[in-house]
């Protein structure tokens, strides 16, 4: 789900040993100045500027915490210096160059030293380089119990930029990590498959996909002008793509499927790093959209075209669906999950002709019925307050923290 350019900087700590078990915490630490309350820390540097996929699950998070009154949430991010700010507190760290605004802290001390100054009952660590190291030695600290959520493919991002060479080291560096944790959580059956298959033990395992608010993303929020802006006729079928243009989203390839399957359909690609140089049947809107517009863009569309086959989740596929359109994916990484049967088709990835005939197949079929039913099937599997139902009996099962009186974890 997460791209950040983080190529080879990953932290290799001096103790330890590969495939180390985490500590063992018995019994949930009770704190009495805060009574029953469970106070949660979030860690990670995936957080920028802009929206992705993390800070929107992040976001979502603290949202829906926030109507509860016996849990409380920290964040703690890199900023460009230290400072708090309601309850989310940043520490220095330097940019990455051609980061798209994402820093990387190179010490794991300060972080360490102010996750234990917050003093949590649990913290989440959602990223694989320095500060998980941290999480986990503030843990120790605390005696309370740390997650490791995978967002992102780390074994993927290197090897596709530096080659097949790295993965034995990779997978080591994947296991002694993540062996720690008293808990992994993964956003797809895919990637928990693959850490499971890394040698971390199955129990400790445990998917949790992120969701979509479906009230921002809605049919009603069509955009009948869209088609005009465009410059489009309204016989053409509209598809679109939104995301980074980065190198896993295969946007050469959807070039290409736009050149087999002629002006009778348009392309809109939306997000930063799209080509410059289009075909005439394709159009973009450069750099960062706000997720109103995004909804607006989504619903307006006939169906979100995806050529990924490496997604981790897939975020977009679920605003598209709750948008009410179908979604033509390829069989292959976790978009094949979330596409079900009735809700979208499913082509051979990489291959251009199979992405083009799937397209043409969806719209000689009824597409638009389609779209009910993926609008249906996110709004009874994944709108947040479901997934983060299921987030938060993690954090219980681990601390033993329960409701108080009257409290469920829907409220």
Request: glycine share 8%; aromatic share 8%; hydrophobic share 40%.
């Amino acid at each position: 789900m997460q791209t950040a350019p983080i190529y080879g900087l990953l932290y290799i700590p001096r103790t330890g040993r590969p495939g180390q078990k985490p500590a063992h915490h018995a019994t949930a630490r009770l704190r009495q100045q805060n009574g029953n309350t469970m106070h949660l820390a979030d860690i990670t540097i995936f957080w920028t500027p802009t929206c992705g996929g993390v800070r929107t699950y992040l976001e979502a998070k603290q949202r829906w915490l926030a109507a509860r009154q016996d849990i409380r949430v920290s964040l703690l991010v890199p900023g460009p210096e230290e400072g708090v700010h309601c309850n989310a507190y940043t520490l220095p760290a330097p940019r990455l160059p051609f980061g798209k605004g994402y820093r990387f802290p190179l010490r794991r001390g300060p972080w360490t030293r102010r996750l234990v100054s917050l003093g949590p009952d649990i913290i989440e660590a959602g990223d694989p380089y320095v500060l998980p190291w941290a999480a986990l030695d503030a843990g120790q600290r605390l005696g309370v119990p740390v997650v490791g959520f995978y967002h992102s493919d780390l074994q993927r991002l290197v090897t596709t930029r530096a080659g097949h060479w790295s993965n034995r080291w990779l997978d080591r560096y994947i296991l002694q990590l993540y062996s720690r944790f008293d808990r992994v959580l993964a956003p797809s059956r895919v990637m928990s498959d693959k850490l499971r298959r890394l040698g971390i033990p199955e129990h400790r395992v445990h998917v949790q996909p992120l969701g979509v608010d479906s009230s921002l993303f809605h049919p009603n929020r069509r955009d009948q002008a869209l088609r005009r802006r465009l410059e489009i006729d309204h016989n053409v079928r509209l598809l679109v793509f939104a995301g980074r243009g980065s190198r896993e989203k295969h946007i050469p390839l959807l070039l290409r499927v736009m050149a087999e399957l002629g002006p009778d359909y348009h392309l809109h690609l939306v997000g930063s790093g799209m080509p410059r140089r289009l075909p005439a049947n394709v159009s973009r809107s450069n750099g960062f959209v706000d997720p109103l517009r995004l909804s607006r863009i989504l619903a307006s569309s006939d169906a979100l075209l995806h050529a990924g086959d490496s997604e981790t989740f897939g975020l977009v596929v679920l605003e598209a669906m709750a948008s009410g359109i179908p979604v033509v994916g390829v069989n292959a990484g976790a978009v094949a999950e979330l596409v079900v049967p009735g809700t979208g088709l499913l082509a051979e990835p990489n291959s251009a002709p199979s992405i083009a005939d799937t397209v043409r197949k969806l719209f000689a079929g009824d597409y638009t019925a389609m779209g009910r039913r993926a609008r249906r099937h996110v709004t009874e599997q994944y709108t947040w307050d479901q997934v983060l139902s299921r987030l938060l009996a993690n954090y219980r099962d681990l601390t033993g923290r329960r409701p108080e009186t009257g409290e469920d974890d829907h409220a």
